[in-house]
């Protein structure tokens, strides 16, 4: 039992790929463990053994994690959602006393991904280009007056995910009106342009970046890739690598990028397995092997950009029935 590499993926919800590509590598060295607060998550199905566990952010969740961990040695422990990020990273050490390796970034580093405006702010003070954002409306306007930004904008909150409560405004008073009614928003340049997805895993102990997928998206749906084609730009490869050092990066993370009139502009980045990740995967970009390999402490060799362009995914339905 001491030897087992056993892996927890917390928040499993829809994401049944993941958990089938974790299975598929660690074959008969380990389990798979998923957790979800609801019965009724499909990749929960497709692990070893599974749990139903209480809200994150509810009262005693951190000790039925920890307590999953210890009764289950489980050697690492990720999150598939959001929400999740920050406790994570909160509570890293509390995991790596009782052996689990938590596959996180840093809480500050996690905290920035999810405030965009203090991304912005980061990502303009280090010479990355990045989308406009503004959350003072009147020095928006001004620049509007000024020719430096124009109409159609974006009004978001600052701390969202999911592409919830995004909206596309044309006028000040739309702006007017959905500041009267939310706090926290911002505003955000319209990039017309072709958007781009990164997939990039960050070595747990050497720090680098030791693969990057990269794909254009050809159809959104709900804030994520429903259709993309793999693309290889050393220009690109640059920019990552170099924003991924600068910030910290540990781990799996998701970047979105646009392009627009031939420059790549940085818009976000989650500290987590993107919804598009299996596209990388299937492509040959090999991340829960990486994981792996850090969590049986042996330091990824890069293998930066290898895989084949023009590797097209296209995601469907799938049903699980439960009785």
């Not at 389990?31 to 199905?45: M, R």
């Not at 905290?111 to 003072?136: A, E, H, P, W």
């Not at 030791?210 to 998206?217: D, G, L, R, S």
Request: charged share 25%; glycine share 8%.
């Amino acid at each position: 039992m001491g030897n087992e590499l056993n892996i927890l993926i917390l928040s499993c919800g829809t994401r049944n790929k993941i958990v089938q590509y974790f299975k598929k590598e660690l074959g008969s060295s380990g389990l798979v463990i998923a957790t979800d607060c609801s019965d009724l998550a499909p990749a929960l199905y497709e692990a070893d053994k599974h749990f139903i566990v209480p809200r994150v952010g509810d009262e005693g969740y951190l000790d039925v994690i920890l307590s999953i961990c210890k009764e289950n040695n489980i050697k690492a422990v990720l999150s598939l959602i959001d929400p999740e990020l920050s406790f994570l990273a909160e509570h890293k050490q509390e995991f790596v006393d009782i052996g689990t390796l938590p596959i996180i970034s840093e809480l500050e580093v996690v905290k920035m991904c999810f405030d965009k405006y203090t991304m912005f702010k980061f990502l303009v003070q280090n010479g990355f280009q990045t989308v406009k954002s503004y959350v003072d409306k009147e020095q928006f306007y001004k620049d509007v007056e000024a020719g430096i930004i124009n109409y159609p904008v974006f009004v978001k909150p600052v701390k969202g995910s999911a592409s919830i409560n995004i909206n596309k405004v044309t006028s000040k008073e739309e702006i007017e009106l959905l500041f009267s009614r939310f706090d926290n928003l911002m505003i955000q340049e319209f990039m017309d342009g072709t958007e781009y997805g990164a997939d990039v895993y960050i070595d747990i102990f050497s720090d680098e970046p030791v693969a990057i997928f990269t794909k254009e998206k050809i159809k959104m749906r709900a804030g994520e890739t429903d259709k993309s084609v793999s693309i290889k730009d050393k220009q690109l490869f640059e920019l990552i690598k170099n924003l991924v050092q600068i910030i910290g990066f540990k781990g799996i993370i998701d970047i979105d990028i646009f392009k627009v009139k031939g420059e790549y502009y940085i818009s976000e980045v989650n500290p987590r397995f993107g919804g598009g990740y299996p596209h990388a995967f299937e492509s040959g970009v090999n991340v829960p092997r990486m994981i792996i390999n850090n969590v049986n402490g042996d330091i990824n060799v890069s293998e930066m950009g290898m895989y084949d362009e023009g590797i097209y995914m296209m995601k469907f339905n799938e049903l699980k029935i439960k009785k």
